[in-house]
Nanobody
Framework: VQLQASGGGLVQAGGSLRLSCVAS????????MSWYRQAPGKQRELVAH???????NYPSSVKGRFTISRDNAKDTVYLQMNSLKPEDTAIYYC?????????WGKGTQVTVSS
């Protein structure tokens, strides 16, 4: 499975961005899709998780501001990010977990200016 993330960019605090992650295979067969981020000097952290049956999970740092969703017809997972803060600045990665195998896409940079 190859994953291609896009949609990052520079945005002012309070703004919004929508990230997209296109998979090379049908995502309807993928058990779990997630978005992670990694800021300079920090560990990679989970920001959103979506199961095959539609359950979602978010850390408290983004809950209420970020929304993960999937479009099976387009084999795409989205991360809608609202009310962005400077501390959201990071490289964002999508991840797929299926049949015990983890796949990572290349990241997309999100920069939030104050």
């Amino acid at each position: 499975v190859q994953l291609q993330a896009s949609g990052g960019g520079l945005v002012q605090a309070g703004g919004s961005l929508r990230l997209s992650c296109v998979a090379s295979t049908s995502i309807s067969s993928i058990n779990d899709m997630s978005w992670y981020r990694q800021a300079p000097g920090k560990q990679r952290e989970l920001v959103a998780h979506l199961t095959k049956v539609g359950s979602t999970n978010y850390p408290s740092s983004v809950k209420g501001r970020f929304t993960i969703s999937r479009d099976n017809a387009k084999d795409t997972v989205y991360l809608q990010m609202n009310s962005l803060k400077p501390e959201d600045t990071a490289i964002y990665y999508c991840k797929a977990d299926t049949f015990g195998i983890t796949y990572w896409g290349k990241g997309t940079q999100v920069t939030v200016s104050s």
